[in-house]
């Protein structure tokens, strides 16, 4: 069965540290670009980085640039979202997400399958 497992979210003072891990089987991986994902309450899904299966493109929120990096690791199948300085803006919930076929990365139509997500809550 197809899984995308997100991990690493928490509770974390401004300024502070978090680096997010999605792990995919079941499919695949190789041949998916990855996206991330967040939505807070009352609030739209957003994207917030992308990473492209073959020639390492990454794409990112512009609020995000300079903070957020995305890597992977085929061989752990794992995706990477390592996110220094967050701010309370950063606080939602975030998922990865698996495109075959990404022309809009920030489109979640997109995507084919989507983990549960793990919660993020900036705050002092």
């Known amino acids: 069965q197809v899984q995308l497992v997100e991990s690493g979210g928490g509770l974390v003072q401004p300024g502070r540290s978090l680096r997010l891990s999605c792990v995919g089987s079941g499919f695949g991986w190789d041949d998916y670009d990855i996206g991330w994902f967040r939505q807070a309450p009352g609030k739209k899904r957003e994207g917030v980085s992308y990473?492209?299966?073959?020639?390492?493109?990454?794409r990112y929120l512009d609020s995000v640039k300079g903070r957020f990096t995305i890597s992977r690791d085929n061989a752990k199948n794992t995706v990477y979202l390592q996110m220094n300085s967050l701010k309370p803006e950063d606080t939602a919930v975030y998922y990865c997400?698996?495109?075959?076929?990404?022309?809009?990365?920030?489109?979640?139509?997109?995507?084919?399958?989507w983990g549960h997500g793990t919660q993020v809550t900036v705050s002092s």
């Open positions: 997400a698996a495109d075959k076929s990404a022309y809009t990365w920030t489109d979640p139509y997109e995507y084919d399958y």
């Open positions: 990473i492209s299966k073959r020639d390492g493109s990454t």
